[in-house]
């Protein structure tokens, strides 16, 4: 079974930045594309951001220009740098690879996740 372990959530300020990662897998962190996903209380879970095993990325329009995901070779991590943080991106955030049919569908199991509060 394969196992996402997210790590790097926390209590911050509006307007502070967090980093998050991603441990995957080797031989899935190299062929999959992959994206993080955040679920906050009474909403649906939305894809925030994905990153192709090229490096291309894509992210929802909410998040355009204060997220950056990125992938940590040397890691097999999958990275996700906030900044700028607003309450509204208080969620559990949770990543896994995406499926290549279609990004509304996953490929794995998912993971605890870990929790951002934005709050003062």
């Known amino acids: 079974q394969v196992q996402l372990v997210e790590s790097g959530g926390g209590l911050v300020q509006p307007g502070g930045s967090l980093r998050l990662s991603c441990a995957a897998p080797r031989r899935i962190f190299r062929s999959d594309t992959m994206g993080w996903y955040r679920q906050a209380p009474g909403k649906q879970r939305e894809l925030v951001a994905y990153i192709t095993t090229d490096g291309s990325t894509t992210y929802v329009d909410s998040v355009k220009g204060r997220f950056t995901i990125s992938r940590d070779n040397a890691e097999n991590a999958i990275i996700l740098q906030m900044n700028s943080l607003k309450p509204e991106d208080t969620a559990v955030y949770l990543c896994?690879?995406?499926?290549?049919?279609?990004?509304?569908?996953?490929?794995?199991?998912w993971g605890q996740g870990t929790q951002v509060t934005v709050s003062s």
């Open positions: 896994n690879g995406v499926a290549p049919w279609s990004t509304g569908y996953v490929l794995y199991a």
